[in-house]
T-cell receptor
Framework: DQQVKQNSPSLSVQEGRISILNCDYT??????FLWYKKYPAEGPTFLIS?????DKNEDGRFTVFLNKSAKHLSLHIVPSQPGDSAVYFC????????????FGQGTELSVKP | DAMVIQNPRYQVTQFGKPVTLSCSQT?????MYWYQQKSSQAPKLLFH???????NEADTPDNFQSRRPNTSFCFLDIRSPGLGDAAMYLC????????????FGDGTRLSIL
């Protein structure tokens, strides 16, 4: 049973607009969440994270929102740029996982000029 | 630049022929991970080392083994590869007690003939 789900396999956005990538989880023991970005033929690169004691974390154009009651997090990219085109993975972990990351299936973002 | 390096990037082997994938790191991180990722699926943790302590995931097949001779190197051995083992294999490292964030190599794509 998948504990972390990214229900949209792909997303297409116009350059300059907002990209919103969504992630849902089922395990209420998860307390740390991360987003990774992956270009073709490269490994995932850490992008941004959020602890469960916060509901928002911002880093430049990237903001992650956490809604613990809904067990939902989202990554906002504003403004989107063509170089943001990649696969984005959501991951979660907690004390119960001993630091092990549980990944979602990924969402492929395409930002069109 | 400090990094996680995986060799080879592409590996082709025959059904049942043992194969070894290599990972090295210059980050001096004490935790090293091996993930398997099949197409359009989430990366799946196979096992990890915390220093020399080996931690195997419960559902990792016996066919998969690992060695960590020193801090810098970690190997994934597949004793008798089957067609279902064709995948991208990702190595990651971490230096935090909670394991985050993990730094990934670019992966080895394994094909089975």
């Amino acid at each position: 049973d998948q504990q972390v789900k990214q229900n949209s396999p792909s997303l297409s956005v116009q350059e300059g607009r907002i990209s919103i990538l969504n992630c849902d989880y089922t395990n209420s023991m998860f307390d740390y969440f991360l987003w990774y970005k992956k270009y073709p033929a490269e490994g995932p690169t850490f992008l941004i994270s959020i602890s469960s004691i916060k509901d928002k974390n911002e880093d430049g154009r990237f903001t992650v929102f956490l809604n613990k009651s809904a067990k939902h997090l989202s990554l906002h990219i504003v403004p989107s740029q063509p170089g943001d085109s990649a696969v984005y993975f959501c991951a979660a972990t907690g004390v119960s996982e001993g630091g092990k990351l549980i990944f979602g299936q990924g969402t492929e973002l395409s930002v069109k000029p | 630049d400090a990094m996680v390096i995986q060799n080879p990037r592409y590996q082709v082997t025959q059904f049942g022929k043992p194969v070894t994938l290599s990972c090295s790191q210059t980050l001096n991180h004490n935790v090293m991970y091996w993930y398997q990722q099949k197409s359009s699926q989430a990366p799946k943790l196979l096992f990890h080392y915390y220093d020399k302590d080996f931690n195997n995931e419960a559902d990792t097949p016996d066919n998969f083994q690992s060695r960590r001779p020193n801090t810098s190197f970690c190997f994934l051995d597949i004793r008798s590869p089957g067609l279902g083992d064709a995948a991208m294999y990702l190595c990651a490292t971490s230096n935090r007690a909670d394991g985050q964030p993990q730094h990934f190599g670019d992966g080895t794509r394994l094909s089975i003939l």
